[in-house]
Nanobody, 116 residues
Framework: QVQLVESGGGLVQAGGSLRLSCAAS????????MGWYRQAPGKQRELVAL???????NYADSMKGRFTISRDGAKNTVYLQMNSLKPEDTAVYYC??????????WGQGTQVTVSS
């Protein structure tokens, strides 16, 4: 069993910044990759960014250049630094981790609200 706990969400003004954290715990022997997804009301969940165990990163086109994903391998923690936030970024942000033999786990999500 693996647990993911997100933190760092909140209310910010457009143009502001926010840093999300996701700490993974439990029976983790290896991590394939960790990432962030988001889902706005009435919309499908979409990829924001991911990072592999080798620190290879992928970003959705709309987030590239504004968001930065990073990790702390010793803490099994992934971060998402969000800059130049826009109202369109308002969503619940979910942490995802693929661990061990490829099993996927999700956090409960953290709300990010960007006011105009």
């Amino acid at each position: 069993q693996v647990q993911l706990v997100e933190s760092g969400g909140g209310l910010v003004q457009a143009g502001g910044s926010l840093r999300l954290s996701c700490a993974a715990s439990g029976s983790i022997f290896s991590i394939n990759y960790m990432g962030w997804y988001r889902q706005a009301p009435g919309k499908q969940r979409e990829l924001v960014a991911l990072i592999t165990s080798g620190s290879i990163t992928n970003y959705a086109d709309s987030m590239k250049g504004r968001f930065t994903i990073s990790r702390d391998g010793a803490k099994n923690t992934v971060y998402l630094q969000m800059n130049s936030l826009k109202p369109e970024d308002t969503a619940v942000y979910y942490c995802n981790a693929v661990v061990n033999l490829g099993v996927s786990y999700w956090g409960q999500g953290t709300q990010v609200t960007v006011s105009s």
